[in-house]
T-cell receptor, first 111, second 108 residues
Framework: DTAVSQTPKYLVTQMGNDKSIKCEQNLGHDTMYWYKQDSKKFLKIMFSYNNKELIINETVPNRFSPKSPDKAHLNLHINSLELGDSAVYFC??????????FGQGTRLTVV | TQLLEQSPQFLSIQEGENLTVYCNSSSVFSSLQWYRQEPGEGPVLLVTVVTGGEVKKLKRLTFQFGDARKDSSLHITAAQTGDTGLYLCALGNEKLTFGTGTRLTIIP
């Protein structure tokens, strides 16, 4: 059983399109995150949710909208995709910031 | 300003050698986590250190938390090709803030 699963693993799309990435965790964790990893491998937090409530929004353009229908899911919707959005996006979950578990990542390429 | 600086940024060594990588901050932190990320995968937690001066061992990996809780190191003994990867330290805070990473390559 995969602890944190995100789909799709690869996403290639044209500029201006809208796309979604889904994430689910079966660990019973209360906190979920979205991170962006750039070409230099730096992992930067985008959003953090605790019990479905947004607690961290790190100066991310409002084209990015997370949605948490329940504690086990945190989806990421991106509107009007731009070239600079190309990166690997990771979903993760933890219990109060301790011992995070990550998904396999979604490699987004905007052309 | 990056809260956690890791050094070196890149490291390539021969199989069998020893190495140490570092994670430093100008601030005191309550706990620190080390992760390893392999290509095409997400980071995987290796260890959490909580107490100043703490030393934890995981087979050939030794993790140390500085006495002042502002720095940490990871020492690998007799490196193997399977140790190749990106090593990340992270603060155990609300944001789970990650360091800049060390890309380690073990050459057969």
């Amino acid at each position: 059983d995969t602890a944190v699963s995100q789909t799709p693993k690869y996403l290639v799309t044209q500029m201006g399109n809208d796309k979604s990435i889904k994430c689910e965790q079966n660990l019973g964790h209360d906190t979920m995150y979205w991170y962006k990893q750039d070409s230099k491998k730096f992992l930067k937090i985008m959003f953090s949710y605790n019990n479905k409530e947004l607690i961290i929004n790190e100066t991310v353009p409002n084209r990015f909208s997370p949605k948490s229908p329940d504690k086990a899911h945190l989806n990421l919707h991106i509107n009007s995709l731009e070239l600079g959005d190309s990166a690997v996006y990771f979903c993760a979950s933890s219990h109060k910031g301790i011992e995070a578990f990550f998904g396999q990542g979604t490699r987004l390429t905007v052309v | 300003t990056q809260l956690l600086e890791q050094s070196p940024q890149f490291l390539s060594i021969q199989e069998g050698e020893n190495l140490t990588v570092y994670c430093n901050s100008s601030s005191v932190f309550s706990s620190l986590q080390w992760y390893r990320q392999e290509p095409g995968e997400g980071p995987v937690l290796l260890v959490t250190v909580v107490t100043g001066g703490e030393v934890k061992k995981l087979k050939r990996l030794t993790f140390q938390f500085g006495d002042a809780r502002k720095d940490s190191s990871l020492h690998i003994t007799a490196a193997q090709t399977g140790d190749t990867g990106l090593y990340l330290c992270a603060l155990g805070n609300e944001k789970l803030t990650f360091g800049t990473g060390t890309r380690l390559t073990i050459i057969p």
